[in-house]
């Protein structure tokens, strides 16, 4: 894809264009718009939104886990898109016979449905990162919402094309300009798609360096640095030395896609969920009744029993090791401090995420 691609318009006649498909004069359900990182795309659906609906009745959800454990006091109508969801059990077809040994017994069998009680509270639903979202996903919420949706996605993100072939067109509105002060590794990322930033930030914190060292052993350490590369070797390596290690504090992982969302099942006064690509930190490898483990950039705790086997073991979560990602991993989060080892070029998308998704980033180069 080429920005000249894209529907680009200018922030004005996205604000015309949200009040038209508000109004209704545009029938279109999900709604959706886009924008690069810095072009505050969130601000502007949502002043749209609230400009006609009151905030209570708009039920707001993003594909990114992390912005909800930044969230200091949570909203009841902010929230992940797993926890829209929940996970029922299928009547088996041969009716369960307690008298009898398990083997005997057909497995239970569960499946996603949406919370319709939910959704019935609202009438106005903004998916912010919808494009960090399996659409199987996406139609349900829209087959069982009966008000308005607005997807904003970003179409210069890695899974930005995806979802834009998803939808079998690229002339969805998008804005790129911005009229407010960006941070300076966010001016970089918009640089990649060759998007020039008005004004910078520059007293922000925020760095990108560069160097050609580094010690093999310390990659993917038990450290607040998200080591993310290119080089399949090492992140072989890397990996295969955290699946031959016990479970320890720190360690990360990353949930599998077993084809279920996960809610909750540590005492907590909010609804809270996993799904494919949510990142779990190590807090307890020992505790009884079940490991204690804290969804990534929060201070939620999730108690379950983990396993790297594949299926997963009954009623246990299937994880994979996430010391070391790729850089396709690496796109589901954000990160105070990433370490990208390079031993081929990227591609605009790569680096455009890389930069968006980092507050710091060390690069190691390692191309000949």
């Known amino acids: 894809m080429k920005i000249a691609d894209l529907n680009i318009i200018e922030i004005s006649e996205m604000i015309d264009h949200l009040d038209e498909c508000i109004d209704g004069h545009i029938e279109k359900n999900p ?9 505050g795309i969130e601000k502007l659906v949502l002043n749209a939104v609230i400009d006609k609906y009151d905030f209570s009745k708009v039920l707001v959800v993003t594909g990114c ?5 930044m969230v200091k006091k949570p909203l009841e109508n902010f ?4 926890d829209l969801f929940n996970l029922d059990m299928i009547d088996p077809i041969t009716p369960f016979n307690p008298f009898v040994a398990k083997v005997f017994n057909p497995k239970p069998e569960y499946v996603n449905t949406v919370n319709k009680t939910l959704l019935r509270n609202y009438e106005m639903i903004i998916i912010f990162k919808a494009h960090l979202i399996d659409c199987e996903y996406l139609n349900m919420i829209t087959r069982e919402f009966y008000g308005q949706i607005i997807h ?14 998803a939808l079998m067109t690229y002339d969805i509105p998008v804005v790129v300009d911005s009229l407010e002060k960006i941070r300076p590794i966010v001016a970089m990322a918009r640089n990649v798609w060759g998007v020039e930033t008005r004004s910078i930030e520059k007293k922000v914190r925020g760095s990108v360096t560069e160097t050609n ?20 070797q090492l992140a072989q390596m890397v990996t295969q030395r955290q699946l031959d290690s016990p479970f320890r504090k720190g360690q990360k992982f990353l949930v599998v896609n077993n084809g279920k969302i996960e809610p909750l099942t540590y005492d907590t006064s909010h609804h809270y969920s ?38 997963p073991e009954r009623g246990k979560l299937g994880v994979f090791p996430a010391n070391i990602m790729s850089l396709k991993q690496s796109s589901y989060h954000r990160y105070n401090h990433t370490v990208l080892i390079l031993t081929e070029p990227l591609t605009q998308r790569q680096k455009y995420s890389i930069l968006k998704n980092s507050i710091n980033v060390s690069v190691i180069n390692k191309m000949k």
Do not use: W
């Open 274 to 311: 996993l799904a494919k690509n949510s990142m779990l930190i190590m807090e307890d490898a020992k505790s009884t009744p079940y490991m204690k483990l804290r969804i990534y950039s929060s201070k939620i705790i999730y108690a379950t029993d983990i396993t790297y086997s594949d299926p």
């Open 65 to 69: 886990q992390d912005y909800i454990g």
């Open 213 to 232: 060292r580094i010690n093999n052993r310390s990659v993917g350490k038990l450290d607040d640095k998200q080591y993310v590369t290119t080089d399949l």
């Open 79 to 82: 929230m992940f898109y797993g």
């Open 152 to 165: 904003v996605i970003d179409p210069f993100d890695i899974n930005g094309d995806d979802y834009l072939h």
């Open 31 to 39: 709604i959706v718009v886009g924008g690069i990182a810095g072009s």
